[in-house]
């Protein structure tokens, strides 16, 4: 079983999932501080200084030993453009890969080379016009 197991561990197509999830993972930090870090506090000031992240409403009343609850919408919605980011980058990504593909499934293929018993044939038919 522990043979079975590295066997499916070490196909091929189980490293790249890694290695892409691995690339994946990174990529959304790197997209999630685009959004939060660069995207989000420039469409805040166009819409009057507004900051996305702490936009909340309060759903009930903090206590002295209990916190208030918060609906946060402004982090929904930075969480959402994230998503819509990542989704455009993987849309296009997959898009690239399809007309790659396409090209060389249009490349005329090569004829394959004849059997050897037609070469021979071949030679000898030459052989005997000469």
Same mark, same amino acid.
């Given at each position: 079983?522990? @043979?079975?197991? *590295?066997?499916?561990?070490?196909? =091929? ?15 959304? *930090? ?18 009057? =200084?507004?900051?996305?992240?702490? %936009?909340? $409403? @309060? ?6 030993? &209990? /916190?208030?609850?918060? %609906? *946060?919408? =402004?982090?929904?919605? @930075?969480?959402? &453009?994230?998503?819509?980011? &990542?989704?455009?980058?993987?849309? $296009? $990504? ?5 007309? $790659? *593909? +396409? +090209? /060389?499934?249009? +490349? #005329? ?5 004849? #059997?050897? /018993? ?13």
């Amino acid at each position: 079983m522990l @043979q079975e197991f *590295k066997d499916f561990a070490m196909r =091929g197509n189980v490293m790249d999932m890694a290695v892409g999830i691995i690339i994946g993972g990174a990529f959304g *930090k790197i997209i999630a501080s685009f959004v939060g870090d660069v995207l989000m506090p420039p469409i805040g000031v166009l819409m009057g =200084g507004v900051d996305f992240a702490s %936009l909340a $409403m @309060q759903l009930t009343e903090a206590g002295p030993d &209990v /916190e208030p609850v918060l %609906l *946060k919408y =402004g982090a929904f919605i @930075q969480t959402v &453009v994230d998503f819509l980011i &990542v989704a455009l980058a993987i849309f $296009m $990504m997959v898009k690239w890969m399809n007309s $790659m *593909k +396409k +090209k /060389e499934e249009e +490349k #005329p293929a090569a004829p394959p080379a004849p #059997p050897a /018993e037609e070469l021979l044939l071949t030679e000898i038919r030459d052989l005997l016009r000469k």
